[in-house]
């Protein structure tokens, strides 16, 4: 990101100038009414020495050994244990040099600045607000844990609550969510993009790290007050950058896994254009069958994984059997349907995967034993393959293919539902049709996102369709 546009740098501004003013009661001889906070009752040791504790803090945490990439390095504990000892303008004060001192990575340098500083500086004089509101001066003074305890979480929500409604406001605005759209196909992308990144659901995902960081800056000020001082109150931070490095490292992995899946997933979409997408809709379909079916969140993210991974053996099959146009003949179908064994020795070593693996085996027998390649049935095809089943055979109807026309939902849920028993099971069925119906298809690579050869579509072909839904997938 180059430059900013020019809504995103009035934004910015905006945000800076809304800290700016929440600093200045904290000033000496500021012109603002210094009810609030009067800068006679700050003790402006605490403030420099938080704010010095934090901006080390900072510069450690977005250190390439110890940075955690998901959160952009910003620690918290330090800020919230401002807020719990401070009045809310010298409490903002002390977030102020880390912010504008810690290193950036991407362009432009000085707007992110800017905005992280305003960002922070608002979110902790809130939290200093709402800590003060619930009486949290009081009980971190007296040492009164349970009432202390109180009002740390009411500062814990109200200070996540302004970071996730702030970053998101920069997001909409740098982030493509246009008021506007040139075309259905991009509004519906927006409106997806929308969706999945709601505001609420990112506050959900940061309320639990922030709330962790909460209980470590009410120990630090609670140490801070108590006979044993400000040099207890260090010996919190330890601890914390400890957990902080396994979380690190937890999401680096994570992130590595990610760009494994994502290499042999564009390797399958660069050998067989005409499926370009379906594998990210199949994981898609499988995540909200895993859903519906009340499996865990680790369970549901590994049946991910076996939906975009179901087709990578399609890599050791010949493209032009892959892309034509016209029916199989035996020889050529024995060859393709050997693409489940080709994946399975791909991923076989990939630990990470788990059952995963077998689902890339096994996608493609049927309950009746007639599927391929061992003909399993019943209850000898594992569960992850029967999810994948339907997953798979939904997107390959619902989606135009060198050799069929795509078929509305609707019918393509019907075709399922016939086919319950004999090929697929009906548990996942219905699960998928429960799913749509309450929440629809909104797939995130859409059929129209995919690379097509130029010309019309080809018609339908003599597949056996109607017995083999998506029969060449």
């Keep these: ?35 609030a906070a009067p800068a006679a009752d700050v003790s402006w040791r605490a403030v420099a020495s938080l704010a010095v504790l934090y901006a080390c803090c900072e510069r450690l945490a977005r ?41 950036v990575e991407q362009r432009p340098f000085l707007a992110r600045r800017v905005g992280r500083a305003g960002q922070l500086t608002l979110a902790v004089w809130a939290a200093s607000r709402a800590h003060r509101a619930a009486g949290g001066g009081e009980a971190v003074a007296a040492g009164d844990v349970p009432a202390a305890l109180g009002a740390a979480g009411a500062a814990v929500l109200v200070f996540c609550l302004v970071l996730t409604l702030l970053d998101r406001g920069i997001v ?21 993009r929308t969706r999945r990144t709601a505001w609420w659901r990112l506050f959900l995902r940061s309320l639990a790290p922030v709330t962790v960081h909460g209980l470590a800056g009410l120990m630090m000020a609670l140490l801070w007050r108590s006979p044993h001082g400000p040099v207890a109150a260090l010996l919190v931070l330890p601890p914390m950058y400890v957990s902080w490095w396994a979380f690190a490292q937890y999401h680096r992995e994570r992130a590595a896994h990610q760009a494994t899946i994502r290499a042999l997933v564009q390797a399958v979409d660069i050998k067989d254009g005409y499926t370009r997408g379906h594998s990210e809709r199949v994981g898609q379909a499988s995540t909200m069958i895993a859903r519906e079916l009340g499996m865990d969140d680790e369970r549901t993210e590994v049946l991910r994984f076996a939906g975009i991974l179901h087709d990578v053996g399609k890599l050791g099959v010949p493209t032009r059997l892959l892309t034509k146009d016209g029916p199989l003949t035996p020889e050529e179908r024995r060859v393709i349907e050997l693409h489940p064994e080709y994946g399975h020795e791909m991923v076989r070593g990939i630990s990470f995967l788990g059952e995963a693996r077998a689902a890339v085996l096994h996608h493609h027998e049927r309950l ?7 003909g399993l049935a019943g209850g000898q095809i594992p569960e992850s393959a029967r999810v994948v089943a339907v997953a798979d055979a939904f997107d390959a109807m619902t989606s135009n293919r060198s050799y069929s026309r795509a078929r509305p939902v609707p019918v393509a849920l019907d ?54 839904p998506g029969a060449r997938r």
């Excluded at 009746?368 to 061992?374: I, K, L, R, T």
């Excluded at 086919?419 to 697929?424: D, K, M, P, T, V």
Aim: proline share 13%.
């Design 172 to 192: 909409v605005l740098v982030g493509g969510l246009p008021l506007r759209s040139g075309s259905r196909t991009a509004w519906r992308t927006t409106r997806q």
């Design 1 to 35: 990101m180059e430059a900013l546009p020019a809504r995103a740098r009035v934004y910015v501004a905006g945000v800076a100038v809304a800290g700016l003013l929440c600093l200045l009661p904290a000033v000496p001889l500021s012109p603002l009414p210094v009810r």
């Design 63 to 103: 250190s390439r050994q110890l940075g955690a990439p998901h959160s952009g390095g910003t620690f918290h504990p330090v800020l919230l244990a401002a807020a719990f000892l401070l009045p809310p303008s010298a409490a903002a004060l002390v977030a102020l040099p880390g912010a504008l001192l810690a290193p």
């Design 415 to 468: 075709e399922l539902q016939r086919c319950a028993g004999g090929h697929f099971d009906p548990r996942m069925v219905e699960a998928l049709v429960r799913a749509i119906g309450r929440t629809g298809w909104h797939p995130a690579v859409t059929a129209e996102d995919a690379r097509r050869p130029v010309g019309p579509p080809a018609p339908p072909v003599a597949e056996p369709a109607a017995d083999s």
């Design 368 to 374: 009746d034993g007639s599927g391929y390649p061992y």
